[in-house]
């Protein structure tokens, strides 16, 4: 038997690049025209928190609460799930945060989506490229349309948006909030390297950005 440190990482992987990306092309036609819909709501929420809403973002945390618990749900658990079996126990981790968002947005003070600073505005404009630039690239890495990543659909831009809008806010459970997609797309952009995907760099820049936003803010206090 080989040592464990003889491994590589995708020695690891149980499926084929194409068995991966035909469960994006499945989850889409099966939640057509969702898309619109989620798309729609990710729109309002980057309108919202530029308009610094008053009261606390209580939708907006039920909103991306619904989101990460139907994502969760309908693409980890009902599709993922069959073809990697260890994300029978990720799956879970997206119903928690969905959990989380539910209970930050409603306690007393609630999230508040004031912070302008530079982490913030790094923030923003994170969550515009989970929500515009996701769905537009299966073309340029050789993809056909109907495997698009969406918001609100897929694990990825819905992680990535949830980043940064959790970067223009503040709240008492914020710091619980950052973990679980932060620990996702660490875990996706590992799985598309073991694919030899060139969309790896992605997930994984969108993690080390939103990582570096927060350590300057801590510097910056």
């Known amino acids: 038997m080989s040592e464990w440190w003889t ?19 499945l989850a889409n036609a099966a939640f057509w025209p969702l898309h619109f819909l989620t798309l729609a709501a990710g729109l309002a929420i980057v309108v919202l928190v530029l308009r610094r809403p008053r009261r606390p973002g209580l939708w907006i945390a039920l909103v991306l ?25 990720v799956a879970p981790a997206f119903g928690l945060q969905a ?11 609630g999230l508040a989506f004031d ?19 996701y769905p537009l ?24 948006v949830a980043l940064g ?7 008492g459970l914020m710091p619980l909030l950052f973990a679980i997609p932060l620990l ?16 790896a760099w992605l997930p994984l820049l969108a993690a080390a950005i939103t990582v570096a936003a927060l350590a300057l803010r801590r510097i910056a206090r």
């Open 65 to 89: 609460s619904a989101l990460f618990a139907f994502v969760g749900w309908s693409f980890l658990w009902s599709r993922y799930a069959a073809i990697n079996w260890a994300i029978g126990y």
């Open 137 to 160: 690239l299966p073309p340029l890495f050789g993809r056909p349309w109907s495997s698009a990543e969406v918001f609100g659909i897929a694990p990825d831009p819905t992680a990535i």
């Open 184 to 199: 996702w797309l660490l875990l996706s952009g590992l799985t598309l390297h073991a694919m030899g995907d060139p969309q």
């Open 165 to 171: 809008v959790l970067l223009a806010a503040s709240g």
């Open 7 to 25: 491994y590589r990482l995708e020695d690891f992987l149980l499926f084929s690049p194409r068995v991966y990306w035909r469960m994006f092309e």
């Open 99 to 109: 959990l989380l968002l539910a209970i930050g947005g409603a306690a007393r003070g």
């Open 115 to 133: 912070r302008r600073d530079i982490a913030g505005r790094l923030g923003l404009l994170i969550a515009v490229v989970g929500l515009v630039a």
